[in-house]
């Protein structure tokens, strides 16, 4: 099994954790440890394929390695260069349509190309990738861990409240584990305020393991 797709199972695992909710303190804290300490080994698993990969499949190794470039690129405002890795990955992915990854590599491009267009005082370009973004075909990561939403929450702060409302329909489409986080977001985003992108760990039923605040919009 790819170590990407175990990492979504990980995390796939944690999630339903968090939302049935833990039976005690000690053994919520126990589980926790446990999860952790799985996440740290698939990742330090995965640094060791990547090595490998550079030498046996460089191609694969940069499809693999761009989505974290260009995402570090965009923090540190590197715009020019964010841009350029971003759409390298989205020409590198055709050709690995059928990698765990690809999904991953379709949203993460569209969402750090729309952060570029946006910081560059781009508003359509930013909405337009950001509806693209949610239009990927999915991944393991993504249906477990759910979408990125760093661009969707700068454009609810610019005002651009309908873009963000149809992603998170989009969203929707491929992200069932976060479908009560979805409608809390919408019902904030439709009644002008900002949600606070995070997971709630909480049922649909509406009991919370850790409250989520959502500050007015100004």
Not at 58 to 76: I, M, S
Not at 98 to 125: E, S
Not at 167 to 180: M, T, V
Request: proline share 4%; charged share 30%; glycine share 8%.
């Amino acid at each position: 099994m790819p170590l990407g797709l175990q990492m979504a199972l990980l995390l796939l695992a944690g999630v339903l954790g968090a939302e049935r909710g833990p039976t005690s303190a000690a053994t919520g804290s126990n589980e926790m440890v446990r999860i952790r300490r799985e996440v740290r080994a698939a990742r330090k698993g995965w640094r060791a394929m990547l090595k490998d990969l550079r030498n046996t499949d460089p191609d694969r190794a940069r499809f693999y390695e761009l989505g974290d470039l260009g995402e570090k690129q965009v923090d540190a405002g590197k715009l020019d260069e964010a841009e350029a890795s971003a759409k390298e990955l989205l020409t590198v992915a055709q050709q690995f349509q059928c990698d765990w990854n690809y999904g991953n590599a379709i949203h993460r491009a569209h969402i750090v190309l729309g952060r570029v267009a946006l910081a560059r005082g781009d508003r359509a370009t930013a909405k337009a990738r950001l509806l693209e973004a949610g239009r990927t075909p999915s991944s393991p990561q993504l249906v477990s861990a759910g979408p990125d939403m760093r661009l969707a929450r700068a454009l609810v702060l610019e005002g651009e409240r309908d873009a963000v409302l149809q992603y998170f329909q989009l969203c929707a489409k491929f992200w069932e584990l976060g479908r009560c986080d979805l409608k809390d977001w919408r019902d904030a985003v439709a009644a002008g305020r900002v949600p606070e992108f995070r997971r709630t760990m909480r049922t649909c039923s509406g009991r919370r393991w850790r409250a989520a605040a959502e500050p007015a919009m100004r």
